[in-house]
């Protein structure tokens, strides 16, 4: 017969279902503590993606427009939309999902918010604008009377290196003014101000050419009368030190020859060949000068229309402003 274990033996140490309680307990609490700690609302980092904001757009808040995106941005501060759709008042309901119409909503709602601080921030500018001006009219008639204070007007003071930088930009926009003003009239001349146009778009100016007066259907040739039209046109180039991109554009018919198996080869070709007159019978720098085909994968118009076709075959110039 097996011998009983003494009963201090039977009895020492925690019993076993306690183990078990105790570990349910604590995932209890790690589960709890998840919970709270995915619901709080992370207000260091919506205050500092406000900041950031604030600080974007704050373009002149300073005397001397020296602050804000121009003066202490650097360019490598992303603001994320998503640390502002997370800071909302009631931490408790989740955040709406992308794409869904709440997102929408909330996007909207955000997209107010900051237009109308840019309102407000535009309003501020145009007041300091009209001090400044005030400033140096009235610095001007000291000057003529010898008197004044030499430091009034100082926070309004140009650098040297400013006043070169602005008269290049002055420059630049007086030949552009001259080169539109020069296209239209040459058009008018030439009679074909219905197939050119101009269109300026942000950070560039776009010379429109239709190629029905410059190129033969299925050619990358110039015509005779497309020549004279380039010629006419190219001069206006050559006085310009903005970057320039030819770029050949095709309806969505299909090509296929030997020379042009597809619509690529033909629209590069014809930004080609114009490139060509523009640096060799234009005189226009080459190293201003690229070209580039986009075929019929850029349309302006609709490609199931005779009329939509014809706007699409066309050669834009490109010319960049900044």
């Known amino acids: 017969m097996a011998r009983k274990k003494p009963a201090e033996e039977r009895s020492g140490g925690a019993p076993e279902w306690m183990i078990t309680y105790s ?30 904001i604030r600080g974007a757009l704050n373009m002149f808040s300073r005397q001397g427009g020296g602050g804000g995106m121009f003066g202490q941005n650097s360019g490598d501060a992303l603001i994320s939309i998503t640390e502002r759709t997370n800071a909302r008042e009631n931490a408790d309901e989740p955040p709406p999902e992308p794409g869904s119409k709440e997102y929408e909503e ?3 709602g955000m997209i107010a918010e900051l237009e109308g601080e840019i309102k407000g921030l535009n309003t501020e500018l145009e007041g300091l604008r009209e001090e400044a001006a005030a400033g140096e009219a009235e610095g001007g008639d000291l000057d003529k009377t010898g008197k004044g204070d030499e430091n009034s007007n100082e926070e309004f003071d140009l650098t ?22 020069s296209i ?7 009679g074909i101000g219905g197939y050119v ?92 000068l690229r070209s580039t085909g986009f075929g019929e994968y850029q349309p302006i118009g609709d490609n199931a229309t005779d009329e939509g076709r014809q706007s699409n075959r066309r050669i834009d110039i490109v010319i960049t402003t900044i």
């Open 106 to 108: 909330m996007l909207i």
């Open 160 to 181: 040297e290196e400013d006043i070169i930088q602005l008269e290049i930009i002055e420059e630049r926009r007086r030949k552009l003014d001259e080169f539109m003003q």
């Open 197 to 288: 146009s101009i269109v300026n778009q942000e950070e560039r100016l776009v010379l429109r050419l239709n190629s029905q007066i410059l190129f033969d259907s299925g050619s990358a040739s110039l015509r005779a009368r497309g020549l004279e039209v380039m010629l006419a046109l190219g001069e206006s180039f050559r006085d310009l030190d903005h970057n320039i991109e030819v770029q050949g554009h095709t309806d969505s018919r299909p090509i296929r020859t030997t020379q042009f198996p597809s619509n690529w080869e033909l629209s590069t070709q014809r930004a080609t060949n114009v490139v060509r007159i523009l640096q060799d019978e234009c005189g226009v720098p080459p190293t201003r």
């Open 184 to 190: 239209l009239e040459e058009s008018e001349r030439l």
């Open 23 to 52: 570990d349910l307990v604590s995932l209890l609490m790690t589960f709890f503590v998840l919970l709270y700690s995915m619901s709080s609302i992370a207000s260091e980092r919506f205050e500092s993606a406000a900041q950031s």
